[in-house]
């Protein structure tokens, strides 16, 4: 069935007439009843009956009109709906952040983006770099904000922050005092990392078996501050960006500059590499791309 065709009826239907469907459109009657003929043999019934002078619908021909007019109207909201899509009028975004991502950067990232797309809505999942990465490749969310490097084999990236790392103890810790540490002082301190689904738990370690030796990890966990409240509480010393102090709340918790560190927690945004990019994920990515 060709949709020219039932157009071509539905014409007809609605004039009772050939000849009247042909003045009100740009078909010749002919052309009209050549398409109806069609229809009625690709259906295998009469939709008119021709023994009047005005055509009328046969029951056949009332069911396919009903349908036929659901179909044209479905047909017709579909371009609605497309062109809302590519006006970013809605749509949903599915984005993987690790969590202590997610509390500094994804409110202010929500609440920009719902200004200017309030039918859009973003999803937010919040795991470890290194789940996130499998998920963006897996095609199961649309991009992910990771600890860099990513692999350019796999994704897109797209550069997005970068911020200094800080060691962080509680105020009467003999180290809150200084001016500035070197990693290497902290070989008999013990840490509290994140676990280990996350890349800053390797990136920390790594970092000190680069100056020498092997952390000593007294706490893992999955929440940045869980994190803090143990410091707070004196259990151990942590590495995290300088950015997150602004975030916490415990008055006793300092930070202490890491001597000429190398240490930078470097952000970017990931997407699968050849998947569809959506007009709303397009959008969100510039957007990203302008406020970085």
Not at 17 to 23: E, G, P
Not at 39 to 57: G, N
Not at 248 to 270: C, D, H, R, Y
């Amino acid at each position: 069935m060709e949709l020219r065709d039932l157009k071509s009826f539905i014409k007809v239907a609605d004039y009772q007439s050939f000849t009247k469907a042909a003045a009100h459109s740009y078909l010749s009657q002919p052309s009209l009843s050549k398409a109806v003929k069609k229809l009625e043999e690709e259906l295998h019934v009469e939709l008119f009956d021709r023994s009047t002078r005005h055509l009328h619908l046969t029951d056949a021909g009332k069911i396919v009109y009903q349908q036929g007019q659901k179909a044209l109207a479905s047909l017709s909201e579909l371009n609605i709906l497309l062109d809302e899509l590519m006006n970013i009028a809605a749509g949903e975004i599915k984005i993987g952040i690790p969590p202590l991502i997610g509390t500094l950067f994804f409110p202010d990232i929500a609440r920009h983006f719902h200004n200017q797309y309030p039918n859009v809505s973003l999803e937010l999942v919040e795991l470890g770099a290194k789940l996130i990465g499998k998920l963006v490749e897996n095609g199961q969310i649309d991009l992910g904000i990771v600890v860099l490097p990513a692999s350019q084999v796999k994704f897109n990236i797209y550069p997005f922050i970068e911020d200094e790392f800080v060691l962080y103890v509680h105020e009467d810790h003999t180290l809150s005092k200084k001016k500035a540490v070197s990693l290497s002082e902290l070989q008999d301190e013990k840490f509290i990392l994140f676990s280990e689904d996350f890349t800053l738990h390797d990136y920390v370690i790594k970092a000190c078996e680069e100056v020498g030796f092997h952390p000593i990890v007294s706490y893992q966990s999955s929440q940045w501050d869980l994190i803090i409240e143990l410091v707070s509480s004196n259990l151990g010393v942590t590495l995290l960006p300088k950015s997150i102090y602004s975030k916490q709340t415990n008055s006793n918790v300092k930070i202490v500059p890491i001597k000429n560190s190398t240490l930078l927690w470097k952000l970017g945004i990931i997407t699968k590499k050849d998947a569809y990019h959506s007009f709303a994920l397009k959008e969100l990515l510039n957007m990203l791309e302008r406020e970085k």
